[in-house]
């Protein structure tokens, strides 16, 4: 389908506003992403708890819009938006907290065996702020997909998700930009107050502009109960358990860009590296090649596209092992002052980028051939579960392959390789699992 300088004038108000809302959103939980790891290290939690905590947020992030998409259809997406606002904004100040009230200082260093030093204070409003983040931020997801499904006219659905996506990676390059500038001129807990600052603008952007968008008489209203009941239904067909669990090794090592890989760089390649600046190579890629990726691979078989796209993700892990196979000093100026593992971190961030084009949409298109007919929506709402189950699974594995095998034992080459095979096992078992419900489908249509 074609698109014109007009359609874009198809689209109401409302559709407009949900999207400049997304953007300071999520310019707001980029900001921080890419440094929570390290600032929760530096403010005393150890070398474990960080990368635990950091998967329980994106877990949380991920797993609870399952539930509060029903709060959402109770309450109102302009309610429920207000609410996770106010949520996210008192959870980025929690954030910040321990050290803008003097509980904790920045210290800076990894060390080996770095021990649990933080007080009650600064663990409780850790905990609170992830809560809180987490929380927020799951209310957000249903209430904006939502209303661009909802205001985006029926002949340009593709159009206004389209346009969906790349306004969550302009607001991306957006937020960690921003932060970059504000850290460099003061310490790393001042993110959180770029994080807040972009929460409260997206709260005053549905609070003066956001319209509520129409509800058909007849749209099926949603509960917890009805939403368990579902849940439970769901989780009993076979076939879609087992994609959900093989697919948890891409989302285990996605999460890697916001767990091991600010890790390394701070403990091998520079003391106060710009993890923002280089993981902005993942929403550039995304932007620059999407429709590219789409038109040539447009045709190729989903689960055939998952393959691809959880291998290149595995091969960017084995990226980081060329300088260290070579002998090379990773901390070696390359082009101006950016270090070699700088550059050896972009195109990991890239390679990565590029395995999430090959799988991240169509793997809502192979859920849908395995839901049940009439039922593609209900399913749908479970694509994110992988993305939630490997960030929970991956911070406590990717603090163990960081602290133990990585710094430890001094073996960086083999956490690498550990890395690159757990994607290699989850690709083989796409593989097999494909053939094998090949195998179902043929001999349930004879």
């Keep these: 389908m074609s698109f014109t300088v007009s359609s874009f004038k198809e689209f109401p108000k409302v559709f407009w506003t949900a999207n400049l809302t997304e953007l300071f959103e999520r310019a707001a939980y980029y900001a921080m992403a890419s440094f929570l790891v390290l600032y929760l290290q530096q403010i005393g939690l150890g070398n474990y708890w960080p990368s635990t905590l950091n998967g329980l947020l994106w877990f949380l992030v991920y797993f609870l819009p399952i539930l509060s998409g029903s709060l959402a259809d109770h309450f109102g997406f302009r309610r429920a938006l207000v609410l996770a606002f106010v949520l996210l904004t008192i959870g980025y100040a929690f954030a910040g907290a321990p050290v803008w ?58 159009l206004g998700f389209g346009l ?23 310490n790393l807990s001042y993110i959180f107050a770029v994080s807040g600052a972009m929460a409260l603008l997206a709260m005053f952007a549905v609070l003066f ?9 007849d749209a099926p209203k949603k509960d917890i109960k009805k939403t368990l009941l579902n849940m439970f239904l769901v989780l009993r067909q076979t076939r879609f358990v087992v994609f959900l669990a093989l697919m948890t090794g891409f989302a285990f090592l996605y999460h890697q860009v916001y767990n091991i890989i600010p890790l390394y760089l701070s403990k091998f390649v520079e003391d106060r590296p710009p993890v923002e600046l280089y993981t902005m190579a993942n929403p550039v890629v995304i932007v620059l090649f999407q429709l590219m990726i789409t038109r040539f691979f447009g045709h190729m078989r989903p689960i055939r596209s998952i ?33 070699l593992g700088g550059l050896i971190a972009i195109a ?17 298109e192979f ?34 392959i960081f602290n133990d095998v990585m710094v430890r034992q001094g073996r960086q ?6 890395l690159a095979c757990i994607g290699v096992v989850a690709a083989a078992g796409i593989w097999i699992y494909a053939i094998w419900l090949d195998r179902m489908e043929a001999r349930e249509a004879v």
């Design 101 to 158: 009230t003097g509980l904790a200082e920045l210290n800076p260093g990894i060390a080996k065996d770095a021990p649990l030093t933080a007080g009650p204070g600064v663990v409780f409003l850790a905990a609170c702020a992830l809560f809180f983040i987490g929380l927020g931020g799951s209310i957000i997801k249903p209430c904006i997909s939502g209303t661009v499904q909802k205001a985006s006219p029926v002949k340009l659905v593709t």
């Design 164 to 186: 969906f996506y790349m306004v969550i990676n302009i607001g991306s390059l957006f937020g960690r930009g921003v932060s970059y500038y504000v850290r460099i001129n003061s």
């Design 209 to 217: 502009t956001y319209e509520e968008p129409p509800v058909h008489a």
């Design 307 to 339: 393959i691809i796209g959880t291998l290149i993700i595995s091969g960017a892990m084995l990226i980081n092992i060329i300088p260290l196979a070579l002998s090379m000093d990773l901390r070696t100026a390359v082009f101006a002052s950016l270090p």
């Design 348 to 364: 990991t961030v890239a390679m990565i980028a590029f395995g999430e084009l090959f799988e991240a949409s169509r793997l809502f």
């Design 367 to 400: 859920i849908g051939r395995l839901a049940p007919k009439g039922q593609e929506g209900l399913y749908m709402g479970y694509a994110n579960l992988p993305m939630a189950l490997g960030s929970l699974i991956g911070g406590p594995v990717g603090a163990y």
């Design 413 to 418: 080459e083999l956490g690498w390789i550990m």
